[in-house]
């Protein structure tokens, strides 16, 4: 079944212009649009998500979170370098929830879960789509379902159910990279036609860039990514066939730890009082909220 969700309508900054990656930059200035008006400001700790942390975790009253920060409307970097966009605010807000400060760091999206692993970071907050494969090193605390949607130029009359042949632009690492174009690659040359040649890039405005000036015939990425995209550029790019491959979004923390289940209680606090519809009405994702906070809900 295919499913539906609105297009953002998240007022991010317009498309980065890169000038090299920021790895292994910390940062406790996160926050949504702006960071001022993040809600994190405004919530208090819930004592009961407080009382499953690590007792490491409650003395240091610091979460440390991986994001990649190349993702936007997601995360992304406002013009000082610091981490920002809804998912930021929604990591921030989880933080808060459970009594702690935020402490970013930015560092490359394949690099986020080998450092949750060896305990450098407690949690990840990088659009990462929950899957079994993944669910082998680390938890995911569910927060969103989300799905994939094409990219193309203004006008064009790409088909992802018909992409072979096609230069595909996709961020590296992604779901869309590892999974779905090796997939839709192998069926075009099973049936004797060609690969998808995939383009691939470390940051989404990277990936963007490449089908308006024309590199790429179309991008694969997240929805809420898509949707930002073709909103800033209406211009010059279109949302092409229909979302597909619905799957959870989650915040990955060290698998089978007290941290996880204090998240998951944290994410749920949020949940129930409003301020996780909150965050993702005001990012124009409302139609892919969760009812509740469910660990490792990723099937495939």
Do not use: H
């Not at 450098?120 to 990088?126: F, I, N, Y």
């Amino acid at each position: 079944m295919k499913i539906r969700y609105a297009v953002p309508a998240l007022a991010a900054a317009a498309l980065l212009t890169l000038t090299g990656c920021v790895n292994n930059a910390e940062s406790e200035n996160g926050g949504g649009e702006g960071g001022d008006s993040a809600p994190s400001a405004e919530i208090t700790a819930d004592d009961a998500a407080v009382a499953l942390l690590p007792q490491e975790l409650k003395d240091s009253g610091e979460l440390n979170i991986g994001t990649d920060a190349e993702y936007p409307p997601n995360e992304y970097k406002d013009a000082d370098g610091n981490p920002t966009g809804w998912g930021v605010t929604l990591a921030e807000a989880v933080s808060a929830k459970l009594g702690l400060e935020p402490k970013w760091e930015i560092l490359g999206f394949d690099s986020i879960i080998p450092r949750i692993q060896e305990g450098a970071l407690d949690m990840g907050s990088s659009s990462f789509t929950d899957n079994v494969e993944r669910q082998k090193s680390v938890d995911f605390v569910d927060f969103l379902n989300a799905g994939t949607q094409w990219a193309a130029a203004k006008d064009s009359d790409v088909d992802p159910d018909d992409a072979c042949g096609l230069t595909v632009a996709v961020q590296a690492t992604t779901v869309q990279d590892t999974d779905e174009l090796p997939a839709k690659s192998k069926a075009c040359t099973d049936a004797g036609k060609d690969a998808i040649e995939v383009l691939r890039f470390d940051g989404q405005p990277e990936v963007t860039q490449a089908v308006v000036d024309g590199r790429a015939d179309a991008f694969s990425a997240d929805l809420p990514v898509t949707g930002d995209a073709v909103a800033k550029l209406s211009d010059q790019l279109q949302t092409v066939g229909d979302v597909f491959d619905a799957a959870p979004y989650g915040f990955a923390t060290q698998k089978g730890s007290d941290t996880t289940k204090a998240v998951q209680a944290a994410l749920q606090s949020l949940i129930d009082d409003g301020t996780y519809l909150e965050i993702l009405t005001d990012a124009g994702i409302e139609a892919g909220a969760v009812e509740s906070a469910e660990i490792n809900a990723g099937t495939e």
